[in-house]
């Protein structure tokens, strides 16, 4: 235990922390996920906000070698962040294929979605207590991952 005293304080640190953890909306979120998840209800009502990911690069563009386009997709979510990672979350995985990532242990991150460059995301509603957080219009296909065998 530290003895230093906090300047201009008289008393000792004790190594306690006032900061408060889980108060920003992805910690609240995560948190009444887990608690929907472990309740028996049904949909909870949450505000959630409407958003389309529309191509922002021309085909041309290189960018796209790395991810396929899926056109326009509109999606419910929390937030413009959080609308990338709903519309990723659609694509096929490499753990579901033999198939393996070039920087990390998921395909998540590497999705056309989640890069500026090639999405651009526009809020067209919110507030909308109607709808489940997800792919609300859309098709994502699942060949963003080309397997090793044929």
Do not use: C
Not at 48 to 73: C, I, K, T
């Amino acid at each position: 235990m530290s003895n230093s005293v906090k300047t201009g304080g008289g008393e000792a640190f004790n190594g306690v922390s006032r900061t408060n953890f889980g108060n920003s909306v992805e910690s609240q979120a995560q948190i009444e996920d887990a608690a929907r998840e472990a309740s028996a209800e049904v949909g909870n009502g949450e505000a959630l906000n409407v958003y389309r990911l529309v191509p922002a690069a021309p085909p041309e563009d290189p960018n796209w070698q790395n991810s396929p386009s899926h056109g326009e997709v509109v999606v419910a979510a929390r937030t413009a962040g959080d609308a990338r990672i709903v519309a990723a979350s659609r694509e096929l995985d490499f753990m579901e294929v033999d198939a393996a990532p070039a920087e990390d242990v998921t395909t998540a991150n590497a999705s056309a979605f989640r890069n500026e460059k090639l999405y651009t995301v526009i809020e067209i509603d919110r507030d909308r207590r109607d709808l489940q957080r997800g792919v609300v219009e859309g098709l994502i296909t699942v060949d963003n991952i080309r397997p090793t065998e044929f």
